[in-house]
């Protein structure tokens, strides 16, 4: 051998068997795997989905795997900024994490006017506007009948996208007021009449005092009855 070439040759030889040399983790396969798995996720959501998945690191060192395994981590779901796991249990078992962004373009409930606490919600007091839900407060509503009729906890400003945890359903039992008590099972349903010690509306706790003193609770009912609590 000319032993002129033998630098070059030992030269060329280590490129090839260094690890920055082998095959690695196409990061387009990756992100088309998470784009793939978060169109699944969506499926089915309201309005109009957009999905943006960040680029993956194009000078990874990873090896390159049969079958990518996308996951959301534990206590996260598909909305807004997100980072999702890729997982590779073969040939050689890794994990890599990449960023990406769920929006999701649809109608939500607004308040029409200034809304004072504890006033009743007409069909004039709300409005319905079209934008990204994932970039508002969570619970948010979407529909004038998920409002209309309800109480407000406390006052709300005109323009405010209007949550669950504002309002509260009218009082269906009185404080003060005779309600029925309801206790049912498997095969029997027995009934009797008491005193509501407090407000509630459908599905709030009541406190009912009943003929022979006995304060017992239930959960207040849309008819205005109290099922007994066990």
């Known amino acids: 051998m000319n032993t002129s070439l033998r630098p070059a040759w030992l030269l060329i030889a280590g490129l090839l068997l260094a690890p920055g040399a082998l095959a690695q983790q196409d990061p387009v396969a990756v992100q088309d795997s998470v784009q793939a798995f978060l169109e699944r996720e969506t499926h089915g959501l309201p309005g109009q989905v957009q999905i943006r998945v960040g680029p993956f690191d194009a000078r990874n060192q990873l090896p390159p795997c049969a079958a990518l395994v996308p996951f959301l981590p534990a206590g996260t779901r598909a909305w807004g900024q997100v980072n999702v796991g890729v997982r590779c249990d073969s040939p050689v078992t890794w994990t890599a994490y990449t960023q990406a962004q769920v929006k999701v373009f649809g109608a939500y409930l607004v308040a029409a006017r200034p809304l004072r606490a504890a006033q009743i919600v007409g069909h004039t007091d709300v409005d319905l506007r079209e934008g990204d839900l994932t970039a508002l ?3 948010v509503l979407n529909d004038p009948t998920q409002a209309i009729g309800h109480h407000t906890r406390f006052a709300v400003a005109a323009g405010a996208p209007l949550r669950a945890t504002m309002l509260r359903m ?3 039992v009185r404080q003060g007021r005779d309600v029925q008590v309801v206790s049912a099972g498997t095969g029997f349903r027995v ?11 459908p599905g709030e706790a009541v406190r009912v005092r009943m003929p022979n003193g006995q304060i017992v609770n239930g959960v207040a009912r849309a008819d205005g009855s109290v099922e007994l609590a066990f």
Do not use: V
Not at 192 to 197: I, V
């Open 137 to 139: 407060p969570d619970n």
């Open 170 to 172: 009218p009082d269906a």
């Open 191 to 201: 009934s009797a009449e008491g005193r509501a010690l407090n407000n509630a509306a």
